[in-house]
């Protein structure tokens, strides 16, 4: 494992990303993004998704996009992403959302026509930094969750993220797919040479996969609750919902669909939600906050099962990466190094992970 320091990680996604065709504006917002996930170890979204991105240029992706409001209210808006990857919109989407609530007390900005976006959990953040409640969901390209009682899948990871501010604490955040795991967890294990967990992936059949290179091709996922008996039927409404609102509302693609009806190869037209949300609506300023603070600082105090192990408010753990990483570097295995390595090697991009700056 090789642990590199997160500015030159972020260095290394602007070359990639510049060397791709972005402009010097948008491969920023994403160069940040990305470090920013992967700091708070969240290493499925980061700078893996490079190689990943990498296969996707020739057909799916618009790396010059024409970003724009296609529709809009004061409390709403819609985004045109134009092809393009999907941290840009998606940040611009967010930050409309904000801007909009902080006016009129609510925004709901959707977006389509876009691609993967990275980490959910980033977007709602920034509502939650500027004091608002903030939702972030996706749809997905890929076709993962396998419905309960069916024998292939219909949704992606679907994942949605929910943001609260507080006053004395970092914000709530939770941030999750609607499978039990998302696909990068799967891409992850294969990269460490690790087996999976049983009942994280299924094979052909529908029958529990550890090998995790093979679970990563197929990308077969149980919903949330990997089992009927255990809840899968919850982890599969939850992902219907995640694609109602960031697919159906704003008219990208129900994926199975589009497969169907378009050339596989071509964009993938993926759909975000975002609403951000002023809780001096509802309550006198600070209030909410305050509040907040008691509920978090209690559900840390909760009698442990573990005494070694406390129990964790929804961002604990990601903000606790986040601090280590800085101080100790971002880990990328050498297998992951290689891939970059390649992607440098095709695009022309500057190498700069682990050589010379």
């Known amino acids: 494992m090789l642990y590199i320091a997160a500015e030159r990680v972020r260095r290394q996604s602007y070359n990639i990303l510049r060397a791709w065709g972005q402009s010097e504006d948008h491969a920023n917002i994403t160069a940040d993004i990305l470090t920013e996930t992967d700091l708070r170890g969240i290493d499925s979204h980061g700078l893996s998704m490079l190689p990943v991105y990498q296969e996707q240029l020739a057909t799916k992706l618009n790396m010059q996009p024409d970003i724009r409001v296609v529709r809009e209210t004061p409390v709403s808006a819609l985004i045109d992403a134009d092809g393009g990857l999907g941290h840009v919109p998606a940040h611009q989407g967010m930050n409309l959302a904000i801007d909009k609530a902080k006016r009129a007390g609510v925004g709901v900005v959707v977006v389509r026509r876009s691609a993967h976006f990275g980490a959910a959990g980033y977007y709602s953040d920034m509502a939650a930094r500027a004091g608002l409640l903030g939702i972030a969901t996706t749809s997905a390209r890929g076709l993962a969750l396998v419905p ?26 939770l941030d999750m797919a609607t499978t039990t795991v998302a696909a990068g967890k799967l891409k992850l294990k294969w990269l460490n040479d690790k087996p999976l967990p049983l009942g994280w992936a299924l094979d052909e059949q529908g029958q529990p996969l550890t090998d995790a290179k093979r679970a990563f091709e197929l990308k077969n996922i149980t919903p949330l609750g990997g ?3 255990l809840g899968s039927h919850k982890g599969y409404g939850l992902a219907a919902v995640v694609n109602i609102l960031s697919a159906t509302l704003s008219g990208a693609a129900f994926q199975p669909l589009r497969l169907q009806r378009e050339d596989p190869a071509g964009p993938d037209n993926v759909g975000h939600f975002f609403l951000a ?7 006198e300023a600070g209030e909410f906050e305050q509040d907040m603070d008691e509920m978090l600082d209690y559900l840390r105090e909760v009698r442990r099962a573990d005494p070694a192990q406390p129990v964790l408010a929804p961002g604990d753990p990601e903000y606790a990466a986040r601090e280590e990483r800085l101080r100790e570097g971002i880990p990328v295995p050498e297998k992951l190094d290689g891939l970059v390595r390649e992607v440098c090697a095709a695009s022309g991009a500057h190498y700069v992970l682990t050589g010379a700056a």
Request: net charge neutral; no cysteine; aromatic share 12%.
């Open 227 to 229: 089992t009927r008996e």
């Open 277 to 283: 949300l002023d809780p001096t609506m509802f309550r």
């Open 148 to 173: 309960t009682f069916a024998a292939e899948p219909v949704f992606g990871t679907n994942p949605i993220s929910v943001a609260a501010p507080a006053a004395r604490n970092a914000p709530f955040n």
